[in-house]
Every structure is written in C-alpha cells, then in structure tokens.
C-alpha cells in the first residue's frame, strides 16, 4: 500500500515538473484564462490591430493589447488594415503556448515572432 502512494506521488511530481506553468496537478486549468494573455508590441513599430472584427485600432510600439480564449486578433502594418503584419494572424492558444513563465504576457517582436515576456 504504502509503495502504490509513493508512485502516485512520484507520478503527481513528475507531471507538475512537466506542465506548463499555471496549470496544476489537482486542477489542469488554464491560469490565464479568465484575465486573457498580454500582449506587448515589442517591434519598434507602430502597427494597427482589428480585434473581434472590431475597428481598426492603432497599436503603438511597447504599448499591451490583452487577448482572451476566442479573440481575433488581426495585425495590419498601416493604419487602413488591410495590409497584413502578421500573415498567421497568432489566435490566444498561440500566445498562451509561449507563455513559459505563467505570467500570462508575451511580447511580439520584428517579423511577427513571437515570446515570453
């Protein structure tokens, strides 16, 4: 009995150690959920932003645009929108993937690429 709690415990260390920080053995939640990834325009431009097919919105460089699970957010390089900035238009689930240290932010940078803040 005592060595089948051991390897549970083993097995719950282990996978905390491999989840992406914010999500927990017991819960498995998304920890940024609720309040949306930050997004800091780290390209030393200033680009244009349609959110939720919203209007187009100037996006000066350095400054945060928050993101939540089902946004769209569209990137334009000039301020009519329709030249696209970044032609993969990155969805939450791709900021949040590059959110290694669980503080919900990341920053884009020249040529629309992508990291942790």
């Not at 282990?14 to 999500?23: K, Q, R």
């Not at 017991?26 to 920890?31: S, T, V």
Request: proline residues 3%; aromatic residues 6%.
């Amino acid at each position: 009995m005592k060595t089948r709690i051991i390897a549970a415990l083993f097995v719950c260390a282990v996978l905390i150690t491999a989840l992406p920080v914010g999500t927990s053995c017991a819960e498995g939640k998304d920890a940024c959920k609720e309040q949306g990834i930050t997004v800091r325009n780290a390209t030393m431009l200033d680009l244009w932003y349609t959110k939720n097919s919203g209007q187009c919105t100037i996006w000066i460089h350095e400054h945060l645009v928050g993101v939540k699970p089902g946004d769209s957010l569209r990137i334009f390089s000039g301020m009519d929108c329709k030249a696209l900035y970044c032609t993969n238009n990155p969805a939450y689930g791709d900021y949040r993937s590059l959110d290694h240290n669980g503080d919900c932010r990341v920053k884009i940078l020249p040529d629309c690429r992508l990291s942790d803040m």
